[in-house]
């Protein structure tokens, strides 16, 4: 089952986050297959300032442990997860 991780920095966190960056991405990377899609939420000067990642869990249960074990998350750079399960409607290029 599909899984979309909705990712908030906390306030004033832009320097955390780019310095666990590197991590951050080869933790997604290692994911292989079950990371799907991921990027960061802009604030309005164009700042990452949250993330949306995309993953295929068995569920919920894995999902929250593959949330928890991002560096971001060890970090304390987010002030909320919502993990929700997600279909992939449209222009899904597994569904073909």
Known sequence: MLYALLCTDKSNSLALRMSVRPDHLAY????????????PFLDEAGNPNGSLVIIDAADR????KMAAADPYAIAGLFAAVDIKPWRWALKNPEAA
């Open 61 to 64: 249960s894995e999902a929250e």
């Open 28 to 39: 997604l990377a290692s994911l292989d297959t079950k990371l799907k899609a991921a990027g």
